[in-house]
């Protein structure tokens, strides 16, 4: 097997065998399938939830304008229903802690060459954002052939936060999505979900993996950049065999936003008056794009070694292409496929039928 050169670690060890031998690994398999697509259905209906209770409390309106008991809140009811529901539900059917010996710590063992896995930050930053900058233009040229129809435009209408002049909720808003998120996001994706999966190839754990986190962002706007981006981190989450790594990584991604949400916070917050603080929010706006300019540069000097590289498959007796064919035709995927297309369609067939 070869190095993994994209990420420099040392290749790890072998896929696991398809587990549950009084089973074939082709029914163990479609058994995981369906777990899968229960545990995004669980997911989806925790969002949905969250969206109802959101609407109650107290007439939440977002960050901007709650206060900040209210808002705090509403990101403890979102990280209950957002993450502790869905990754309890995938614990349990996956059984998971009897796979790791009753201890998820192994998942996040150091692995070598540490620095050289941080050092693909700029590479991977640049492939999510490069997507993202393409997924824009492609939204403003379907806008312009569609004569700026509103339903189109709010489809792919880039998701943004909005900076607010209550700093409690910004810097609430700040933990969130820097340390939170990447933590139970990384656990429940890139932990449960391909460790399910690895026993069948780690090919196929890299790509179901990577699209579910693509579907878990909830809007056409993100899809296809959070997909790329989770792409990269189970490339990673491979090579080094570690949720240490990816975990960091995700969070140093998601900090790049989350200083910008600060700084245009802290310039609202001074009606645009400060010098300074303006100043900094030029230079870090100027920073973002040298970065995903670097970023893309440096992703695409690493294709060629990407092409050379193959991920070591353990279940060779059915193509990718079948399991592929397999997962998408689970009856509990599907039911998951219906819940994200609404979610990304901003709930519309929800609206149908709750009319």
Known sequence: ??????????????CDAPPEPCKTPLDSYKTVCAKLGLTMCVFYICRILNGI????????????????????????????LNYIVP??????????????????RALYKKPKRLARAFGNFPAMY????????????????ISKVSGGQSI??????PVTLEPSTNIVNVLTMVVLIV????????????????????PYGCGIAVIISSILFGLMHGSLYMLFYTTALGFALAYVRYATDSLFVVTILHSIINSVGAGMLLISSLAEITDGENKLVNTVLSVYILAMLILIVVGVIAFARKIPVIRKYKIENAWTEVGAGKKMALFFLSAPVIIMIIFAVDEHLNNRLLGLIIR
């Not at 097997?1 to 072998?14: A, L, R, T, V, Y």
């Not at 959101?54 to 939440?60: D, E, V």
């Not at 189109?152 to 209408?157: A, G, I, M, T």
């Open 1 to 14: 097997m070869q190095d993994n050169e994209f990420n420099e670690q040392p290749s790890p060890e072998p």
């Open 53 to 80: 209770i959101a609407g109650l409390i107290g007439g939440f309106s977002g960050m901007s304008d709650s206060s900040p008991g209210l808002y705090l809140l509403h990101v403890a009811v979102t990280v209950v």
């Open 87 to 104: 990754i309890t539900f995938a614990i349990t059917v996956f059984r998971s802690l009897e796979h790791h010996g009753g201890k998820f």
């Open 126 to 141: 640049g492939l999510g954002f490069g997507m993202a900058l393409l997924t824009l233009l492609a939204s403003l040229l």
């Open 152 to 157: 189109v435009e709010d489809l792919f209408k």
């Open 179 to 198: 340390v939170i998120a990447p933590v139970f996001e990384e656990f429940l994706v890139r932990g449960i979900i391909y460790d399910a999966l690895k």
